[in-house]
């Protein structure tokens, strides 16, 4: 079991300038200093970090230079984010690219997992067969992840296609790929935490843990979502796999919703 923490919560969130006219490159970007973001998260107690595709294939060129950031703050690259269209039969070519230039960087880093966020959702709102055009693009992303070794897995996320259960259940209908619960995701799209949990577990890669109140995104422990509900089944059905902490969004200092995460776990998980 490893245990991580997103650098996403130490900055704002942008997208790539260039991402506005070319399809191929759309990525998120935290502006942040990556190396102080990788060495605040160590000294609390984190020793796997994830991060935004933006934030990884700025350093495409160069990774050894990100290897060496890792090293220093004496972290590893657990997983990467990517967002998805997919939805768009034209522009599909132009984000497979993406989705190689991320595999390519991220096999060179040492991550295991890609996670996937998204499915863009069109200005009428969601139209009949747009899951499953999400399925097919999430099938064709998986031949990039396998090629470079890659664990795909799929993050339901808010303002997607797969947001509330019913586009949820269809998405993974129609998809194989694995799943990577973002438990504050869940809740705020309306879908019972530990009946997703029970109903895909066997297909779950990676847990990303977050916490929920009335303000937003929140420190673990200090939210409504049951994270301890959640650790302790699938613990009891034996779970080994890792583990993902992220508090984006937080107003509230980042290096102290860090530290009170990591104290919430003590005993959980650390």
Request: net charge negative; hydrophobic share 40%.
């Amino acid at each position: 079991m490893r245990l991580g923490y997103m650098t996403n919560a130490f900055g704002p969130l942008v997208g790539s300038g260039a991402g506005v006219t070319s399809a191929k490159d759309i990525r998120y970007v935290t502006m942040c200093d990556d190396q102080e973001a990788m060495k605040a998260i160590r000294e609390i107690g984190f020793d796997h970090i994830e991060v935004l595709d933006g934030n990884l294939t700025k350093y495409a060129d160069n990774i050894d230079n990100l290897k060496d950031m890792m090293k220093s703050a004496d972290v590893k690259m657990m997983s990467v984010c990517i967002g998805a269209n997919f939805i768009y039969k034209d522009a599909l070519e132009d984000e497979m690219a993406h989705v190689e230039e991320v595999c390519k960087a991220a096999k060179e880093a040492g991550v295991t997992y890609l996670v996937v966020c998204g499915g863009a959702i069109r200005t009428g709102g969601i139209r009949p067969g747009d899951t499953k055009l999400l399925a097919e693009g999430l099938d064709e992303l998986e031949k990039i992840t396998d090629k470079y070794g890659l664990v795909a897995c799929f993050h339901p996320h808010l303002g997607s296609i797969a947001e509330s259960p019913k586009e949820i259940d269809e998405l993974f209908a129609y998809s194989n790929i694995k799943v990577c619960p973002d438990v504050a995701h869940l809740l705020a799209g309306g879908y019972d935490l530990l009946e997703f949990i029970k109903k895909y577990y066997d297909r779950i890669a990676l847990i990303h843990l977050k916490d929920l109140n009335d303000e937003g995104f929140a420190p673990l422990g200090t939210g409504r979502v049951d994270l301890d509900g959640v650790i302790s089944y699938v613990k009891s059905r034996g779970y080994d796999g890792d583990w993902l902490v992220e508090v984006d969004g937080y107003a509230g200092d980042a290096k102290e919703a860090c530290r009170i995460s990591y104290e919430f776990l003590k005993g959980k998980l650390v």
